[in-house]
């Protein structure tokens, strides 16, 4: 069955750097589109980045445009969240999400990394 | 940006009941629109799409309805295992946006 596996989370510094990680199985990787999703604790979802089946297309969040990078390797069934200039903002839970048939929604979830931005 | 607006914040519900969400978004999004069920401590799931079909596996007594702006998620007749935080979702428009969520607590 489909299986999202995110890793990576942890706690850093405001200002400093992370890379989550999403690894995959269950489905053929490189024909989807792959999302990040974060939900602060206690707050709802927030789309914040999607990368399509290729690696060609990226779309961000204005909230992480500039200081994020999505990527993926299909060789590795994997997706990627490079995130520099970290806030206490961008503490949440990140979910790495498949699109849903080319059309921006979300029909598989991983179970989410914690990431906390604090000093 | 799309803001989606879901009332009431909170829904007590008695199991058995029926329980009808709303979604409003600001614009028109046609019938993109999907809603999603999370539990505590779990990743969201998707229920409907398109703003009336369900997802794979979704029970017949959820059901969505709605198109332009207004949006209605029904849960026929609550069950133990519903009894969660739901979000809308619009996908005609970059960014995706969600709802703030409406949470669905027993009665």
């Known amino acids: 069955q489909v299986q999202l596996v995110e890793s990576g989370g942890g706690v850093v510094q405001p200002g400093r750097s992370l890379r989550v990680s999403c690894v995959t199985s269950?489905?053929?990787?490189?024909?989807?589109?792959m999302h990040w999703v974060r939900q602060a604790p206690g707050k709802g979802l927030e789309w914040v980045a999607v990368?399509?089946?290729?690696?060609?297309?990226?779309y961000y969040a204005e909230s992480v445009k500039g200081r994020f990078t999505i990527s993926r390797d299909n060789s590795k069934n994997t997706l990627y969240l490079q995130m520099n200039s970290l806030t206490a903002a961008d503490t949440a839970v990140y979910y790495c999400?498949?699109?849903?048939?080319?059309?921006?929604?979300?029909?598989?979830w991983g179970q989410g990394t914690l990431v906390t931005v604090s000093s | 940006e799309i803001v989606m607006t879901q009332s009431p914040a909170t829904l007590s519900v008695s199991a058995g009941e029926r329980a009808t969400l709303s979604c409003r978004a600001s614009?028109?999004?046609?019938?993109?629109l999907a809603w999603y069920q999370q539990k505590p401590g779990q990743a969201p799931r998707l229920l409907i799409y398109?703003?009336?079909t369900r997802a794979t596996g979704i029970p017949a007594r959820f059901s969505g309805s709605g198109s332009g702006t207004e949006f209605t998620l029904t849960i026929s007749s609550l069950q133990s295992e519903d009894f969660a935080i739901y979000y809308c979702?619009?996908?005609?428009?970059?960014?995706?946006?969600f709802g703030q969520g409406t949470k669905v607590e027993i009665k």
């Open positions: 979702q619009q996908y005609d428009n970059w960014p995706r946006t």
């Open positions: 269950g489905f053929t990787f490189s024909s989807y589109g």
């Open positions: 990368i399509w089946f290729d690696g060609n297309s990226k």
């Open positions: 398109g703003a009336s």
């Open positions: 614009q028109s999004v046609s019938s993109n």
């Open positions: 999400a498949r699109d849903f048939r080319g059309d921006g929604l979300f029909d598989s």
